[in-house]
């Protein structure tokens, strides 16, 4: 669109193919408003509203393609804008959950329920309301004909949130294959997955633990030791 404003000042019927433009334009509105669950409102075109080339006049049709133009500036500002919060959003959740959750935790847990008790209040304690900011034990997703359901989901921010105990040194193996198969089970239905892994003296080094999950896009492993 840059390139048509720039070229051939002097032809007034440049901007003929407006109609073209309004359809490439609202495909990208509601991809953005689908892949990016942007909160803003974005402008969507009436297509059938939308005159054709033949029946317009050159500043009818000047008109329309600028008005695709600005729309698609906004477009580009709120997916900067959205994208950038919600980065912020899952950074700073990221860093409350292993600041705090050993926090909330008096006695070592004896089963995962607790640990999500804990996860559960904290998120509540930052302002988080349920139904609306996050679900616990929702977002149903059916993978190679099972159900799955993830502990949290958080929609606005595309965010899974799965909570392990690990225990043991066995427990430490099973979990490994038990996030393995929440990756496969929840990675087309959420953008994030985070995986919040309580440990209670099993996990011996923490980075090789995350290396190998943390090497898949959009996956988070965080180890809170007790």
């Given at each position: 669109?840059?390139?048509a404003?720039?070229l051939d000042?002097?032809?007034?019927?440049?901007?003929a193919?407006?109609g073209?433009?309004?359809?490439?334009?609202?495909?990208?509105?509601n991809?953005a408003v689908?892949?990016?669950r942007?909160?803003?409102p974005i402008?969507?075109?009436?297509?059938?509203k939308?005159p054709?080339?033949?029946?317009?006049?050159?500043?009818?049709?000047?008109s329309?393609f600028e008005?695709?133009?600005?729309?698609?500036?906004?477009l580009?500002a709120?997916l900067e804008?959205?994208?950038g919060m919600?980065d912020d959003a899952?950074l700073?959740?990221?860093d409350f959950?292993?600041a705090?959750?050993?926090?909330?935790?008096h006695d070592a847990?004896?089963?995962e329920?607790h640990?999500?008790?804990?996860?559960e209040t904290?998120l509540?304690?930052?302002?988080?309301?349920?139904g609306q900011?996050y679900d616990?034990?929702?977002?149903r997703?059916?993978?190679?004909?099972k159900?799955?359901?993830?502990?949290?989901i958080?929609?606005?921010?595309?965010?899974a949130?799965e909570?392990?105990l690990?225990?043991?040194v066995?427990r430490?193996r099973?979990?490994?294959d038990?996030?393995n198969?929440?990756?496969?089970?929840?990675?087309?239905?959420?953008?994030l997955?985070?995986?919040?892994?309580?440990d209670?003296g099993?996990?011996?080094?923490e980075?090789?633990?995350?290396?190998?999950f943390e090497?898949?896009?959009?996956?988070?492993?965080l180890?809170?030791k007790?």
């Amino acid at each position: 669109m840059e390139e048509a404003i720039r070229l051939d000042h002097a032809s007034v019927w440049k901007y003929a193919g407006f109609g073209a433009y309004v359809k490439q334009y609202n495909s990208l509105a509601n991809a953005a408003v689908v892949e990016a669950r942007l909160s803003a409102p974005i402008f969507v075109f009436d297509e059938s509203k939308v005159p054709s080339p033949t029946n317009t006049i050159a500043i009818v049709q000047k008109s329309i393609f600028e008005n695709v133009y600005a729309n698609l500036a906004i477009l580009a500002a709120c997916l900067e804008d959205e994208g950038g919060m919600r980065d912020d959003a899952i950074l700073g959740l990221k860093d409350f959950l292993v600041a705090n959750v050993r926090r909330a935790m008096h006695d070592a847990p004896k089963a995962e329920v607790h640990v999500q008790d804990a996860v559960e209040t904290l998120l509540i304690g930052r302002g988080y309301a349920k139904g609306q900011d996050y679900d616990r034990e929702a977002g149903r997703v059916r993978s190679s004909g099972k159900d799955s359901i993830p502990d949290f989901i958080m929609p606005r921010l595309g965010v899974a949130l799965e909570v392990k105990l690990v225990d043991d040194v066995r427990r430490a193996r099973a979990v490994v294959d038990e996030i393995n198969a929440d990756i496969r089970a929840y990675g087309k239905s959420y953008q994030l997955l985070i995986f919040l892994v309580y440990d209670i003296g099993s996990i011996r080094d923490e980075a090789e633990f995350r290396r190998d999950f943390e090497s898949q896009e959009g996956v988070h492993v965080l180890v809170v030791k007790h």
